[in-house]
């Protein structure tokens, strides 16, 4: 099993729509997590952490669910400009620095 | 937050050649990272570049092939060594301010290795 999981699509959504990306961790004691945006051709950039009471920044939310050890990414209102892969990122903590990418969602908004 | 100048943002090099990649950062660091992207597919870890001493190598990345620099906070080199084509690929360094803080990315190195 992969140390986090995520469903690489494309997903395909119309202007306007409002779509969800999940990600699965293994790892229960990882602390801290992140959704990070890779537009084509650029590195990735942070979108938004992800705390355990959730958080929302726009249009879009991010939530954590410990007991079943995924986040999840809403974005509402779909723009064009959404298009891009949307990285999972979790971090071990426990003294590990290291982050663990998943392989990306890629979205694609269409008009 | 940091902001990261990577460079060279790309080159295509001869194999058996090598190829050094820096990294700036506009302000003192804890961690640096370098990251390999291949094509479609996720970030994988190379090795943690640790200030005054040697990196941290993850499993499949090796000192001869990937030999790293970090004299100080703020600076850092990967170079990738006696390169062949399965070394195209793209590059990104990464800098954490604090702990379990969020990661800054340099702006890659698209590498081709002909």
């Known amino acids: 099993r992969k140390e986090v999981e995520q469903d690489p699509g494309p997903f395909n959504v119309p202007e306007g729509a409002t779509v969800a990306f999940n990600c699965t961790y293994s790892?229960?004691?990882?602390?801290?997590f992140f959704w990070y945006r890779q537009d084509c051709r650029k590195e990735p950039k942070l979108l938004m952490s992800?705390?355990?009471s959730g958080n929302e920044d726009g249009r879009f939310t991010a939530q954590l669910n410990r007991a079943s050890q995924y986040i999840s990414l809403l974005i509402r209102d779909s723009k064009l400009s959404d298009s891009a892969t949307y990285l999972c990122v979790v971090s071990p903590g426990g003294g590990t620095y290291k982050y663990i990418f998943g392989t990306g969602t890629r979205l694609k908004v269409l008009a | 937050s940091a902001v990261i100048s990577q460079k060279p943002s790309r080159d295509i090099c001869q194999r058996g050649t090598s190829l050094t990649i820096q990294c700036q950062v506009d302000?003192?660091?804890?961690?640096m990272f370098w990251y390999r992207q291949q094509p479609g597919q996720s970030l994988t870890l190379i090795a943690t570049?640790?200030?005054?001493?040697?990196?941290?190598?993850e499993s499949g990345f090796v000192i001869d092939k990937f030999p790293i620099s970090r004299p100080n906070l703020t600076f850092s080199t990967l170079t990738v060594s006696n390169m062949s084509p399965e070394d195209s690929s793209i590059y990104l360094c990464?800098?954490?301010?604090?702990?379990?803080?969020?990661?800054?990315f340099g702006q890659g190195t698209r590498l081709t290795v002909v």
């Open positions: 992800v705390y355990s």
């Open positions: 570049a640790n200030q005054g001493s040697e990196a941290t190598y």
């Open positions: 990464s800098a954490e301010p604090g702990t379990n803080t969020e990661a800054f």
């Open positions: 302000s003192q660091v804890t961690m």
């Open positions: 790892n229960s004691a990882s602390q801290s």
